[in-house]
């Protein structure tokens, strides 16, 4: 959750990673740590999590409840892996919204999916989260993967997430959260702060932005949190799915 504490007694301050920046400031430090790994952002992460995000991505799928003719929007998008699964499920009748605020990296979805043949009924905007340039009630489905813990205000992109679901629609979250198990921590942590960085130097040539990523995990809130949170901005019958010994959570609500 943000604690918006004031730095200098005028402008409230929020996580990045560890620090305490501005809240004005955390959206562009944000994109450029995007900026900086958009281009190599699948490699890393199958390097990073030996190929388990395809799984947790898979499960996130089969946990939507999307069909032929529904609307759907993918928040934080990324390379577009949830966004052409969705696109075959809905069909020529649906339409799925890959929407992601950061330009790079909608980019590189955007060129991955034509080069794969996905166009026809996918869509690609700019967007912010807590701002979402949607109606009301226009989504069936909406997700985001490994997006909202980058998020300023979580609490307002989960209210604009439920304004523009349907009654009855879907919000699934998918984000790291906390190992059920302190063993787990541990080695969880060690990998964290030593391998993932290392990596992001040997593979992209930027340590730091990957020393972010896992210090931004660590910031994110715990499962219940999260689920308090969904509850307290509207949704209905949440639920939260623990995977890989709770390091990755797949959180659901339904709009009533």
């Not at 501005?22 to 190599?40: D, I, T």
């Not at 949607?134 to 069936?140: L, V």
């Not at 020393?211 to 509207?234: C, F, N, V, W």
């Amino acid at each position: 959750m943000n604690d918006p504490r004031k730095n200098d007694g005028s402008e409230p301050t929020t996580h990045f990673g560890f620090q305490d920046v501005p809240e004005s400031q955390k959206a562009e430090k944000v994109a450029e740590v995007f900026h900086s790994v958009a281009a190599k952002y699948d490699l890393m992460n199958d390097l990073l999590s030996g190929g388990m995000h395809r799984l947790w991505k898979r499960f996130t799928i089969e946990l939507s409840g999307v069909r032929n003719g529904n609307r759907v929007l993918d928040i934080a998008g990324g390379t577009g892996d949830l966004a052409r699964q969705f696109s075959r499920l809905v069909g020529e009748s649906g339409e799925v919204v890959l929407a992601d605020i950061n330009e790079s990296m909608l980019k590189v979805g955007r060129d991955r999916l034509l080069d794969r043949g996905v166009a026809g009924n996918v869509r690609f905007v700019q967007a912010d989260a807590e701002k979402l340039p949607f109606p009301d009630n226009h989504f069936d489905c909406v997700t985001i993967a490994f997006g909202l813990r980058n998020v300023t205000h979580k609490d307002a992109a989960i209210a604009s997430m439920l304004r523009v679901l349907k009654p009855g629609g879907r919000l699934l979250v998918l984000e790291f959260s906390k190992p059920r198990s302190n063993l787990l921590s541990k080695v969880y942590d060690t990998y964290s702060f030593n391998f993932m960085p290392l990596m992001g130097k040997l593979i992209t040539n930027d340590a730091d932005s990957y020393r972010y990523l896992a210090e931004s995990i660590r910031m994110h809130p715990d499962q219940d949190t999260l689920k308090a949170m969904m509850q307290a901005a509207g949704f209905d019958r949440v639920t939260y799915h623990n995977m890989t010994g709770g390091i990755v959570a797949l959180h659901r609500g339904i709009k009533p």
